[in-house]
């Protein structure tokens, strides 16, 4: 008589952040140890909270690795980055390895060749999965515009052999979906989409902070990552445009790259005592911030990145009933809808108009509001994006034994596994860690 048949082990990689700051990657790991896998994730060291090599956060197993990020804009600290990234995870995919057999690898770009750091246990057998996070021969286009052509057309190689080296390729919107096909020339079957979207089971139910408005009436809201190509820098020159209004506070809450340069560009627009850069902070406050927030911001330039990219912070803010101003992007449109309203790409003067037009306009805001709340809930949560991921690895690992636990119906959060309601250290786990260089 056998056992019952045992539970997929799922290994994710990750660089671009550590987890579980990085959203996205924490709700593909949730998801997979909700329906019965046993996860592990390999990440950079994070913030202070997240800088111990090896810790178990809801029965997943999470192992850091030191990494110095990219500080500016230079190709050569981007290659020293992702150089030292690509290394440290291939060892601790070759010592993991070497302990256990894992079912799958399920790897986030950037950068695109981190999937190469699956060898080891894809030579014992593992699937590889391929998350498409973003477009990276775009993203070093607008970074480093058509001058540096070999680099370009190298990101291009990289991307297509990724594409191919992979089992699937999860997608985080159609356009997506469509370069994998086109430009990746995977089979159309082997690309899923999961969409980046808030898992409302999971945001704190808080009430609105009216201290967060300093005294004035309005809130302007900011949540996400500070790098160039967020146009944070578009967002800020927009407000200095409305500093004749005296009713209007804002909060600009996240870090990165260019976070430095927003402060000192703030000061210099006089915006010091009407907008607070305030850096990341945890889910309650975030959630409370959104809460409060009256208008929200989306500032995201036109580029050829922007325009085929789903912004995540779009889906939160229509998650949390905000309304929302953001460039007529092809992607953001297609995302928040009749929930946002849409400045000509590029024209801060008119993003600043269109704030102003919802800061004008309260019922205007509140129909808006209930609009992406709606939208979110029967299209955008990432309840329905986890049905998509589950269907993708069952593609990739069969389920004729029934190891993947059935998704849970609409608005039923997943049933507890046994990986969720413990926390197991493995005894090697630690030492392991530690013999990173």
């Known amino acids: 008589m056998t056992g019952a048949p045992a539970p997929p082990r799922i290994l994710v990689l990750s660089e671009n952040e550590s987890v579980p700051s990085d959203r996205r990657v924490w709700d593909v790991c949730r998801a997979l140890a909700a329906h019965g896998c046993q996860v592990l994730a390999v990440c950079p060291q994070g913030r202070a909270d997240e800088q111990s090599l090896f810790e178990a956060r809801d029965g997943i197993e999470v192992h850091r690795y030191p990494l110095r990020f990219a500080a500016g804009e230079s190709a050569v600290d981007y290659a020293r980055e992702y150089a030292t990234a690509m290394w440290r995870s291939w060892r601790l995919v070759a010592r993991l ?11 986030c770009n950037p950068p695109d060749f981190l999937l190469l750091a699956a060898w080891p246990a894809r030579r014992r057998g593992a699937r590889v999965l391929f998350d498409h996070h973003d477009l990276t021969p775009e993203l070093l286009r607008m ?18 052999a990724s594409i ?14 469509q370069i994998a096909i086109k430009r990746g020339r995977k ?25 967060l408005k300093r005294g004035r009436p309005l809130l302007i809201g900011y949540v996400g990552v500070m790098a160039p190509q967020d146009g944070v820098d578009h967002a800020l020159r927009a407000l200095s445009l409305l500093t004749h209004r005296q009713d209007w506070h804002a ?3 996240g870090d990165g790259a260019a976070r430095e340069s927003l402060v000192e560009l703030a000061g ?25 927030c009256d208008v929200c911001l989306a500032p995201e330039p036109s580029s050829p990145l922007n325009e085929l990219s789903t912004m995540v912070k779009i889906a939160e803010y229509m998650g949390a009933g905000r309304p929302l101003v953001a460039y007529a992007l092809h992607e953001s449109r297609l995302t928040a809808g009749e929930a946002a309203l849409y400045a000509k790409p590029n024209d801060v003067a008119d993003f600043a108009s269109r ?10 805001r509140a129909a808006m509001g209930r609009i992406g709340e709606q939208r979110v809930r029967d299209e955008l949560s990432w ?17 004729a034994d029934g190891r993947l636990a059935r998704s849970p119906a609409p608005g039923q959060a997943p049933a507890q596994t046994p990986a969720q309601t413990r926390a197991q250290t493995p005894q090697q786990t630690p030492a392991l860690a530690a013999e990173i260089p």
């Open 97 to 107: 390895s070497a302990q256990r057999r894992f079912d799958a690898v399920h790897a």
């Open 143 to 160: 970074r480093f515009g058509e001058r540096r052509r070999l680099l370009l057309r190298l990101a291009l190689l990289v991307e297509r």
């Open 164 to 177: 191919a080296f992979a089992d699937a390729v999860i997608s985080t919107n159609q356009s997506y979906r």
């Open 187 to 211: 089979r159309p079957e082997r690309v899923f989409v999961v969409r980046n979207g808030p898992d409302l089971r999971a945001v704190p139910r808080v009430p609105a902070d009216q201290e």
């Open 251 to 253: 909060v600009f809450a």
């Open 268 to 292: 210099k627009l006089g915006l010091q005592e009407r907008v607070e850069l305030c850096g990341w902070r945890d889910d309650e406050q975030v959630a409370r911030l959104l809460r409060t």
């Open 355 to 364: 704030i102003e037009e919802l800061l004008n306009d309260p019922a205007r």
């Open 383 to 399: 309840e329905h994006s986890e049905r998509a991921l589950i269907d993708a690895y069952r593609s990739v690992l069969g389920d």
